[in-house]
């Protein structure tokens, strides 16, 4: 029963880092090259709307769902309730965990929060989204390989599983 478990996780903690991974990745390969293209009054209201709709359950459930199943999966590690592979279980949980989704908490949610509070069409929005349009986007890729660094340990721990 307890393998049973502890595969279960892994597997769904190897889907939920992979959509991680990709959504980063795409976000900041795509959307974010779109909005600095844009006019800037137009980029920061998007991307107020977008940080206003990813706010929805299904990404709270990929999201927070992999970080649950990734300090689970480090705690049946360091207990070592696993037949093997715990040291990727481990390192896959750390990645995301704290690569990803404290990264996100620290530093990604503030700027929003910022961006959220700011007049689009004023010179202090204007400033903002400059330093926005780094610094998010610095971030964000750390988020997006943190989370491709989670899915290759968590892969890794199923090949040692099987």
Same mark, same amino acid.
């Given at each position: ?15 939920? /880092?992979?959509? +991680? ?24 209201? +998007? ?18 769902? +992999? ?9 049946? /590690? ?21 690569? +990803? ?62």
């Amino acid at each position: 029963m307890a393998d049973s478990l502890v595969f279960a996780s892994l597997l769904l903690a190897t889907l939920g /880092a992979g959509l +991680t991974a990709g959504f980063f990745f795409a976000f900041s390969n795509t959307v974010m090259q779109a909005l600095r293209r844009m006019p800037v009054p137009a980029g920061i209201q +998007t991307m107020q709307t977008i940080n206003v709709t990813v706010l929805n359950p299904v990404f709270f459930a990929a999201f927070f769902g +992999t970080a649950a199943l990734g300090i689970l999966l480090g705690v049946f /590690a360091l207990l070592g309730l696993v037949p093997s592979g715990g040291i990727w279980l481990f390192l896959g949980g750390l990645f995301y965990v704290v690569g +990803t989704f404290l990264v996100t908490v620290v530093f990604n949610v503030p700027m929003n929060e910022a961006l959220a509070k700011v007049e689009p069409a004023t010179t202090q929005g204007a400033e903002l989204w400059r330093e926005y349009l780094s610094r998010w986007v610095m971030w964000n890729h750390v988020r997006a390989v943190a989370s491709l660094l989670a899915l290759a340990s968590y892969a890794m721990a199923l090949v040692e599983w099987s």
